[in-house]
Every structure is written in C-alpha cells, then in structure tokens.
C-alpha cells in the first residue's frame, strides 16, 4: 500500500509541476497500480474580465504530457446568485469572462463542473480579499555559493518590502516576470544562402529582449506577526554569468491575496518542489486542494481553484559601475573546416549559414571564419527583436 501511494503521488507531483512551472520531481521507476487523477488549474482574478480554467488527468511517467479533460461543462459560479459559463477553446482549456463590477472584494466563488462521462465536481467557496499596493522593491549587490565550494558568483538579490493596514488580509503569493534586452555578437555581413553574399552590416538581428516568469514560488505570511509587514522578502538572484544585467533588465512584481486554505495549499507545493531533501530524507507531502467529487468527496483531485485580487509594479535596473560580468560574451569565429562540396552541399533548412573575416594564424592572412547562428541571430536565443512597450 505505501508503495503504491507513493506512485501515484510522484506521477501527480509530477502533473502539477508541469501546470506550476516548478522543477521535476523524482520519477520512480515502477508505474504499477497507476491510477488517473483530476486536475484543475485555475484562479479567478481581477486583472482582466477573460478568466481561464485547465481540467485535466495526472498523466502516467511514461507519457508525460498534457492529458486533457475535453468536453466538460464549467462554470463559475458566485454567492450573489450569478453564474459564469466556461466554453472549451482548446482541449482541456476553458474560458469565461466576469465582468471587473463582478469582482468585488468580500464576494465568494466556486467553481462547478462536470465530465463529459457525467462525474461531477465542485470547489470549496473562495472568497476575494484586498491585495495591498506594493511597497518597495530593491536590490544588493552579493555573492554567492554554488554547488562547487570553490566557485562563487557575483550577481544582484532581489528583495520585497510588504507593509499593509490590518485591513489587509495576512496571506499573499508573490509572481516576478522579468524582461531584458540583450546583444547578438555580430552584425550580419556576409552570409551563404545557396551562394555567397556580401551586404552592408545588417543589425536587424542583433537587438533583442526576452521576457520569461521565475518559477521560484514566492509566499509571505504575516499571521502571528504584530504587524501586517515583512521587511527585506528574499525575490529571486541574478548572476553575471548571463547578459541579463548587461544592458536594461525590468522587473514586473504581481502580489496575489490568498486565504489560509490557499496558503496552505501553495506551501505544500513549495516544499515539495524547492524544499524538498534527497528521497530519504523528507517525505512529499499530498498537495490536496479544494475541488471534491460531489458523489465521492473521498476521491483524490489534485489542483487548486482559487480568487485573488492583484497588485502589480515594474522596476528598471541599470547595473552599477561596480557590478562586473564573468565574461564578455563575444563568441569566437574559427576556421571552418572545409569539406568537398561544403557549404553548397548543405541542406537548405541549415541556410543562411553566416560569416566573418578572421585572422589565420596559420596563414597570417585574412580569411572567412564561421561561428554559431546565435551570434548573428539573438533570436536563436529565445528572444524577439520587438521592443516591449514598457521599454
């Protein structure tokens, strides 16, 4: 019995990091006795009236995919008597729209929805709490350990100053998106497209920025303190060893109010994916949320339904005169190494294949050296050359 426990929670643990962006867990190797559970992804807030719900199953290990629950009835609905249809715009991904009035802070919602198998489900009322304005957010500079004893790296702490009335609830979950622009290496000049071709230095692809969301999960609780405040909250480290400090980062904090069964919920998750010690040294604990099967409210289902005003602020960073970079992320061109019929034998997906005069050691001449795409295209490094509104 423990054994097939501890399956079918790594197997769920599992599902929920892939809808939580949250590190892989321990996959054991047997998958005997697997049993599929629900899942539900979803959180009404008052950032926008579009509202989205994901139903889906714990996939097995072998799979590991999405494994949707498509054809389902959805709503929402909220202790004033109103009810919020979800339609199905992707399998398994549900919409609804709640007007901004309808968001109002005291109001409690539940979600109510049933399989197209007919199995019912239904959540435990969330109610809408205040999110407070946020307060300050700085940044040090500081060096820190890595797994080697021997190598540190220098970067920049984020850090969050919370300071609300006690009109303000105690539980909130922190969400951080940063942007930054960053620097192919080299202007385009000369490039191989079926044939050789010379143009004036091109940099349309040598500006980028790229936006991604830190996957640490971010709680604050003040209950039990005498005060509604948390000074100096640990956000996320960013080193030198990346250009992500090089030339303009930004930095888009979102406060999430949450109730103490939210909280809790969210704790769990955290201590199972970022806390956790090696596999004998703590035990996962079951992230149960508040979705319960109507008939069979013994039945596991996996997954949190919740309600959250938001607050949200964006800071820019200039690095300062002192803060250095590991390296200065030029990359090398070398000598390419030239066989019978290369580049013309080249097939046409790997053009245009560029190029740039180097030194020849050998030769002491000028010759073409070659260097990875990434170094003419920054966006074969994840980014887009449109610059971000915000910037």
């Not at 930054?180 to 071709?197: L, N, R």
């Amino acid at each position: 019995m423990i054994k097939k426990t501890f399956i079918l929670f790594s197997a769920v643990l599992y599902s929920l990091f892939m809808h939580y962006s949250c590190i892989e867990p321990y996959i054991p190797e047997s998958q005997k006795d697997f049993v599929p559970r629900v899942i539900v992804d979803g959180l009404i807030t008052n950032e926008s009236e579009n509202q989205v719900i994901k139903l889906s199953y714990t996939s097995s290990i072998d799979s590991l995919k999405f494994d949707p629950l498509s054809g389902c009835f959805v709503e929402v609905l909220d202790d004033l008597g109103n009810s919020y249809f979800f339609e199905e715009s992707y399998p398994g991904i549900y919409n609804g729209k709640i007007t901004i009035e309808n968001l109002i802070p005291g109001t409690a919602f539940q979600l109510h929805f049933i399989l197209n198998n007919g199995e019912e489900y239904e959540s435990d009322l969330e109610t809408l709490t205040n999110s407070p304005p946020i307060n300050s957010i700085h940044y040090l500079l500081q060096t820190k350990a890595t797994t080697d004893p021997e190598i540190s790296y220098q970067g920049m702490q984020f850090y969050y100053n919370f300071k609300a009335t006690d009109e303000y609830d105690r539980y909130y979950r922190l969400v951080v998106e940063e942007t930054w622009e960053y620097h192919a290496a080299y202007p385009i000049s000369i490039f191989y497209s079926g044939g050789y071709q010379t143009i004036s230095p091109d940099s349309s692809l040598y500006f980028c920025y790229k936006t991604q969301r830190i996957n640490d999960i971010f709680l604050i609780s003040t209950d039990g303190f005498e005060k509604n405040e948390y000074e100096n909250f640990q956000l996320h480290f960013v080193d030198n060893q990346t250009q992500r400090l090089r030339y303009k980062y930004s930095l888009l904090l979102k406060l999430y109010s949450l109730s103490r069964n939210a909280s809790n919920f969210w704790v769990n998750l955290k201590k199972n994916s970022q806390e956790s010690g090696g596999l004998y040294e703590t035990q996962p604990a079951l992230v149960i949320g508040n979705i319960h099967h109507v008939n069979y409210p013994d039945e596991m289902v996996l997954g949190y339904f919740g309600v959250s005003s938001v607050q949200e602020k964006r800071i820019f960073f200039t690095k300062p005169d002192d803060f250095t970079f590991a390296q200065d992320f030029y990359c090398i061109a070398s000598k390419p190494n030239i066989e019978d019929g290369w580049p013309s034998q080249t097939d046409p997906t790997e053009w245009p294949i560029y190029f740039l005069y180097v030194f020849d050691m050998e030769t002491e001449g000028t010759i073409l050296g070659i260097a990875p795409v990434e170094c003419f295209d920054c966006t074969k490094s994840g980014g887009t050359t449109t610059k971000p509104d915000f910037w």
